[in-house]
């Protein structure tokens, strides 16, 4: 596990004013739990007011545009979400490429906004059930991933972060191998360092997601080339949330 594992709520699309009482003992518990990186991405309406609130946790968005301003109804600018306090923005969410026809070239374009912005940026890739029982896992992770991360990054180590979330794990209860995260995680440790060099390629952290609860975030979290978690559903009521954080702390003092 990485130095400081970092544990990131992706609250998709739930969650309005009334959720801010959750988010709010999220914070009181990551800060008692300082040596876990705990964050936090609602949707864009709750961004501001939990950075308002928030005294320990990072707040991101979950998405951004890639263009700067302009004619694009609906849409978020990197600069508008930090503006309303976002540190990072989650990108190339498997639902995003899914609900709206998201290219890796779209979401290479969208890590590049949100890091001129100065967010962080935290790249998901994964495969489907076929893709995994086809034996082709790793060649197709690794593919996208090549496709959707910018050549350069300037701070890669500290900006950027990897989410492996196989689609057939999100949201269903069901979750890979020990072994298969370590050995995927393994191959994209494999392609940072050819991407970003020695140095950054293996600071960077990369974070499984995918059915992350408290009751297997221990060995999850524990595989190798496990930076961290990016959880969903389990991050909607703290104390879900911060049974993560808690495992992730209890590892730490191993
Ligand atoms: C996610 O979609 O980022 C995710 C990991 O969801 P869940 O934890 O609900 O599987």
Redesign the pocket.
């Known amino acids: 596990m990485a130095e400081r594992p970092y544990i990131v709520g ?1 609250w ?1 699309m739930n969650g309005t004013r009334a959720m801010l009482s959750e988010a709010r003992a999220i914070d009181r518990g990551a800060q008692r739990l300082m040596k876990v990186e705990v964050a936090l991405a609602p949707p864009f309406t709750l961004i501001h007011p939990v950075h308002r609130e928030a005294e320990q946790i990072a707040v991101g968005a979950q998405d951004c545009s890639a263009a700067p301003d302009g004619a694009h109804t609906g849409d978020i600018s990197a600069t508008m979400a930090a503006d309303a306090g976002a540190k990072f923005v989650i990108l190339g ?3 995003r490429r899914q609900d709206h026809g998201e290219s890796d070239a779209t979401v290479r374009a969208k890590a590049e906004a949100a890091f001129a912005a100065g967010l962080k940026v935290i790249l ?1 890739c994964g495969e489907t059930e076929e893709t995994r029982d086809a034996g082709k896992a790793e060649a197709f992770v690794t593919r996208q991933l090549e496709a959707s991360l910018p050549e350069t990054v300037d701070g890669a180590a500290e900006r950027l972060s990897v ?1 492996y ?1 196989p689609i057939w ?4 209860g069901r979750t890979p191998t020990v072994e298969d995260v370590a050995a995927m995680h393994n191959a994209i440790r494999a392609l940072l360092v050819k991407l970003y060099g020695e140095e950054a390629g293996n600071e960077i952290r990369i974070l499984y ?4 609860k408290p009751e297997n975030a221990g060995e999850l979290l524990a595989a190798d080339n496990v930076g961290g978690a ?6 909607l009521t703290a104390e879900s949330f911060l049974g993560i954080v808690n495992a992730a702390a209890e590892l730490l003092e191993r």
């Open positions: 992706n998709k969410h498997s639902e998901c989410a979330e794990a999100i949201g269903t997601g995918g059915s992350v990016l959880v969903g559903g389990a991050s």
